[in-house]
């Protein structure tokens, strides 16, 4: 199987995990478009929900083509469900997001929700936390500093980039710093010393948020892990 019918295999399995009448989470990618791909299906079948929110204006745009409407965080009391992808899951489904960029958005829908599930191919499985760039969404006010502050501690900090070499923007129009930490030795250290530094907006840590991954593997089999 190639790697794409890995993550539509992972995200169809996903799919029957909605039910009528919940308050859904969608979250972003490449795994999730399929997810929401299947859940137009359900939709056309008749599949209503009392509310979608998602976590970017890509999702956003793929829901409201097959007919969901999305309302802001805001607007919800609570998420019961929320489907994601993500870029690492370590054997306690600690993960590192943020790969596409959406992380704050994503984290904020994450833990105002009952439940996470998370829908991978079995390449974003890692023994360790690690194998990936760890995105730090920063302000620009301080953004300099952050980053100098980052070299200091050896963390290898890189600006991310657009195609066109232009600092990546977010959705709140703040930069991405990449941290290259591989593996990460203190998951929750490094968490709590991100999330204290002045100007530092988010991190793709996620740690203790989801509460089952979906892993599609290369011989067929679609694996759930659950906490
Ligand atoms: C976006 C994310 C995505 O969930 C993560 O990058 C996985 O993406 P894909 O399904 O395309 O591999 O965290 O910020």
Redesign the pocket.
């Known amino acids: 199987m190639t790697q794409a019918e890995l ?1 539509a295999a992972a995200a169809q399995q996903a799919a029957q995990l909605v039910q009528p009448s919940m308050v859904l989470g969608v ?6 478009a399929y997810l929401i791909a299947a859940l137009g299906k359900r939709r056309a079948t008749g599949l209503t929900l009392a509310a979608v929110v998602t ?2 204006n890509r999702s956003k745009e793929q829901l409201d083509a097959v007919g969901f409407k999305v309302s802001p965080l805001a607007a919800v009391a609570q998420v019961d469900l929320t489907i ?4 690492r899951v370590a054997p306690n489904l600690d993960g590192i ?7 704050t958005l ?1 984290k904020n829908v994450a833990v105002n929700s009952k439940r996470v599930v998370w829908i ?1 191919d079995e390449s ?1 499985v890692v023994p360790r936390l690690g194998g990936f760039p760890l995105p730090v969404e920063v302000l620009p006010i301080s953004c300099e500093q952050n980053f100098r502050r980052f070299e200091q501690e050896g963390l290898q900090p890189q600006y991310r980039l657009t195609p066109a070499g232009q600092r990546y923007v977010t959705h709140y129009g703040n930069y991405i710093i990449d941290l290259a930490i591989d593996p990460i030795p203190a998951p929750h250290g490094l968490a709590a010393y991100l999330d204290q530094l002045t100007g530092v907006v988010e991190h ?1 840590l996620f740690l203790d948020i989801c509460d089952e991954v979906i892993i599609a593997h290369r011989d067929g089999q679609i694996e759930s892990r659950q906490k």
């Not at 979250?27 to 999730?32: A, L």
């Not at 997001?97 to 992380?103: H, I, R, V």
Request: aromatic content about 0%.
């Open positions: 993550k979250g972003t990618g490449s795994t999730v976590t970017s994601d992808g993500s870029d997001k943020g790969g596409g960029g959406a992380l994503e991978v974003k793709g």
